[in-house]
């Protein structure tokens, strides 16, 4: 190999990297002389050009930095943008938005309709002119000149609302508004406006003027559950939009600004006032003379009296939204638009909870300082049998029922005595109410008194603040013996557990989660609650059971193709778990809800500063949840979950078994009949005080000192019991005189929850 080797190998490397080295700084050399070469001609063509002296800083320089902001803002520009033509990703955006669906009741009897059906059988040509003119005059009269933004229109509002000191015109154009209804939600954020414009654009580009006025006249909410200026004027005049007068015109036009408000079957006066200015505008645009519309001004229009039809708004608004997430997985292929859909509402339910949520606030709401409630009562298979989602549909559409997220105070324990039952307690397991801290905080119970050892079932029937607490610290150290923070590793258990029930709330870790700090809404605790009743399998909530096409050809079935019940908790747990929250309307906080002869359980739950009560509570047939509060979160007065939730419940519940089977509990059987009340005065006199037929009244007064003293006679009261049940026996009934007299010590359920004013929970 050696021998093989030309003995100059060195030497031709060598010249060999010299020779490339060479070749690359020539290369080099060249190029760059290339380019100044260049830049020199260059250079030289420009200086052709060159402006000094005044005419650059006059000229060349803003020219210049124009171009500079020019190429910015083009891009800011197409930033914002991306957002807005992401909603016109889908080639069928125009379709996609044009779901029409008529439902029924469980049984097939016709209760609403909500979307927006395309309404081509009126050509724009064949609206009535005065409807044209009053549309445009109060909306956007600059309509057949802008490009989907009226500059001049925004400006001038801006200047109208910067005098007034509020909001006294609005000025988006029409094309915007029909952006909004098919794309955007009504929120009122600057993102939300980008979009809007953006969106307006686009639908000028791809849209002509007159199509675009057609779309808005058939789309726009015109407050009733109605859509477009047809489907309003038969809902409020009874005619077809073709036949409307100039009046009834100006009413219908009216309405674009703020349906709910000015709707004439809730407000007639303010719907005139409002048509009146419509009036106004129609001379102001000079589209009519003051002449033309006297007539008008002199004879109002009438609309139809619906007062008496109630349609459950808040149970389709719910129905709809449902319903539109379930056509998004239908196959890309089927086009149909139009549904019919079956419900699982009993509307003799929901009218039992409308009228007994409207009777308690009308009666109690002033003395107890609340203004809303919500309620949803759910059959053990997640059907939705009624559904109220605020007092008064027409005020405010907010569902307080699916949107509302409030503390569940003490009726989220449920989850945390589950959860002790699945690592090992029992119902007579033994805890020791006592002092206990989690860092800095520490748990109290009503009058910072404690009550020694109970068992699981006494602390949930008295609601013990302390228990779950201590619960938690011990499902963490059966978990984890060693571990530094046993409270943490508890509480990731119990929020397992609320997950396996179907709660999905964020429910952030937080020491008080035992104790419901944490928010839930009403429709998923109600139905989380189903699990106990149903031997310990969680259902997925629902409103819809059957869904076909206008033609009536079967498409979906919630039997068939909805999602089946999963085991939660193993059966002899939900069984347990239902012993032990029978006591608590038996004996404990809620007896105003007990049924007669029905099995009965439940939780009440009353959160800091008495901001939300609560009775969440299940038969062999129903579970139903009940929330009484403030939109502004402000106290109530007292109320606690034992007043007028756990009454509000019992009403409805009374309403939902009419003519049902009553079926039985697993864990408590068929419950048992009430002891009858005396008949003549003197034994009522003298007989204990059934709580049951005291309804909620307004609550009690008391001074300080007052209360002071209640609370030392309740303290004396059960150390005098514990004594008693301590020299006699160990039967843990002996614990029942002490809640008999405090319900007696406290009238109105005053003291019906062991909780603390001064604790950052209440239960």
């Given at each position: ?7 100059n ?6 010249n060999?990297?010299?020779d490339?080295?060479?070749r690359?700084?020539?290369s080099?050399?060249?190029s760059?002389k290339?380019i100044?070469e260049?830049y020199?001609r260059y250079s030289?063509f420009?200086d ?7 005419k650059?800083?006059v000229f060349?320089e803003?020219?210049?930095e124009a171009a500079?902001?020019?190429l ?5 520009m197409?930033?914002?943008?991306i957002?807005?033509?992401?909603e016109?990703?889908d080639?069928?955006?125009l379709k ?7 439902f029924?009741d ?13 309404n ?5 040509e064949?609206f009535p ?7 445009l005059a ?12 009226d ?5 001038r ?5 910067a005098?007034?000191?509020g909001v ?11 952006a ?8 009122r954020t600057?993102?939300?406006?980008v979009?809007?414009?953006f969106?307006?654009?686009?639908l000028?580009?791809?849209l002509t003027k ?7 006249l058939?789309r726009?909410?015109?407050g009733?559950g109605?859509f ?7 809902f ?8 409307v007068?100039l009046a009834?015109?100006?009413m219908?036009a009216?309405l ?7 709707a004439?079957?809730?407000n007639l006066?303010?719907a ?12 102001d645009a000079?589209f ?5 519309v006297f ?16 349609s459950p708004?808040y149970y389709?608004?719910y ?8 056509v998004?997985t239908?196959p890309?292929?089927?086009?149909e ?5 079956r419900l699982a509402?009993d ?16 009666q109690f709401?002033?003395d107890?300082h609340?203004?809303?409630a ?12 009624a559904?109220?989602?605020?007092r008064?549909?027409?005020?405010s559409q ?9 503390q569940p105070?003490s009726s989220?324990k ?15 397991s033994?805890?020791?109410d006592g002092?206990v ?7 109290q119970?009503?009058g910072?008194s ?10 949930i ?7 779950p607490v ?8 059966k978990?984890?013996?060693?571990a530094?923070n046993?409270?943490k590793?508890?509480r990731?258990k119990?929020?397992?557990v ?8 964020p429910?952030?870790?937080t020491?008080?989660l035992?104790?419901g700090?944490?928010?839930?809404t009403v429709?998923?605790h109600a139905?989380?609650?189903v699990?106990?009743?149903?031997r ?6 629902h409103?819809?059971l ?6 009536g050809?079967?498409?979906w079935?919630?039997?068939?193709d909805g ?12 069984a347990d778990?239902?012993g ?6 038996s004996?404990?906080t809620?007896?105003?809800?007990a ?15 008495y901001?939300d009560?609560w009775?969440?509570?299940?038969t062999?047939n ?5 929330w ?6 402000s ?10 939730p ?5 009403d409805?519940m009374?309403?939902?078994h009419?003519g049902?089977e009553?079926?039985e509990?697993?864990?408590i059987g068929?419950?048992q009949?009430?002891p009858?009340?005396?008949k003549d005065a003197?034994a009522q006199?003298?007989?204990?005080p ?9 609550p009690?007064?008391?001074t300080k000192r007052?209360a ?6 309740e303290?004396?009261?059960?150390d005098?019991?514990?004594t ?14 002490s809640?008999?007299?405090?319900a ?5 359920n005053?003291a ?7 604790a950052?929970?209440?239960?």
């Open positions: 190999m050696v021998q093989n080797t030309p003995s190998w060195k030497s031709r490397v060598r060999f990297f010299l490339l080295d060479a690359i700084d020539s080099l050399f060249s760059a290339g100044r260049l020199e030289t420009m052709r050009f060159y402006v000094g002296r005044w650059r800083w060349i803003p020219l210049s500079t902001l020019g910015g803002g083009l891009v800011l197409l930033t914002l943008a957002p807005a033509f992401r016109t990703a080639e069928d955006w996609k938005s044009d779901l029409a669906v008529s029924l469980r049984y097939g009897n016709p209760i609403g309709s909500r979307g927006i059906k395309h081509d059988s009126i050509p724009l064949d002119d005065v409807l044209i003119k009053a549309t109060t909306e956007d009269r600059r309509f057949y000149e802008h490009f989907g933004i500059i001049a229109g925004t400006a509002a801006l200047v109208t609302n005098q007034a000191g006294r015109q609005g000025g988006s154009s029409i094309t915007q508004q029909l909004k209804n098919l794309f955007l939600s009504n929120e600057i993102e939300r406006k979009n809007e414009a969106l307006a654009v686009w000028e580009w791809r007159n199509e675009i006025l057609k779309l808005y058939d726009a909410y015109m009733g109605t477009g200026v047809d489907g309003a004027a038969h409020y005049f009874n005619k077809s939009a073709r036949d007068t009834e015109a100006a219908l009216g674009f600004k703020a349906p709910t408000k000015y004439p079957h809730i006066p303010a005139r006032a409002r048509a009146n200015v419509v009036l106004d505008n129609l001379v000079g009519m003379t003051e002449g033309q007539g008008a001004r002199r004879n109002p229009a009438f609309a139809v009296d619906r007062r008496d039809e109630a708004n389709l608004d129905a709809f939204d449902e319903m539109r997430k379930l998004d239908f890309k292929s089927y086009t638009r139009v549904f019919v859909v509402i509307t003799n339910v929901q009218k039992a909870a409308e009228d007994a949520i409207e009777n308690q606030l009308r709401g002033r107890y609340a203004t809303q919500a309620t949803v009562v759910s059959d053990l298979d997640g059907g939705i049998r559904m109220v989602g605020g008064d549909y027409g005020a907010f569902n307080r029922a699916t949107d509302a997220y409030r105070g989220f449920p989850y945390v005595y589950t959860t002790a039952l699945l690592n090992g307690f029992t119902p007579n033994i805890v020791v002092p801290c989690i860092g800095n905080w520490c748990p119970n009503y910072h404690y009550s020694g050892s109970v068992t699981l079932t006494q602390a029937t008295r609601s013990i603040n302390v228990v201590k619960l938690s610290i011990a499902i963490g150290q978990e984890q013996p060693k530094p046993p409270a590793i508890g990731a119990i929020v397992e609320a997950r396996r029930f179907g709660l999905k709330a429910l952030p870790d020491p008080s035992p104790i700090s944490d928010e839930v429709l998923e139905v989380a609650y699990t106990f009743p149903n310990g399998r969680a259902v997925t909530p409103s819809v059957e869904v076909r096409t206008g033609a050809d079967l498409v079935r919630w039997d068939r999602p089946k019940p999963r085991q939660a908790i193993p059966a002899n747990i939900a778990m239902a032990m929250m029978s006591h608590v309307v004996e404990g809620a007896r105003r809800a049924l007669d002869g029905i099995p009965t359980a439940g939780k009440t739950g009353t959160t800091n500063a901001r009560a009775f969440v509570g299940y062999g129903f579970s139903c949840a009940v009484y509060g403030n939109d502004d979160y106290p109530t007065n007292r109320m606690t979950g034992g007043s007028l756990a009454q509000t419940w019992h409805i009374v309403a939902a009419q049902v009553v079926r509990i697993p864990g068929m419950g009949k009430l009858p009340q005396p003197n006199a003298s007989a204990a059934k709580v049951l037929e005291t309804k909620p009244g307004p009690p007064v008391l007052g002071d003293t209640l609370v030392r006679v303290k004396l009261l059960d005098a019991a514990k008693a049940t301590k020299s006699t026996s160990n039967d843990t009934k002996a614990a029942k005189p809640s008999s007299t405090s007696l010590a406290f009238p109105q005053y019906e929850e062991n909780a603390n004013a001064s950052p929970r209440k239960n």
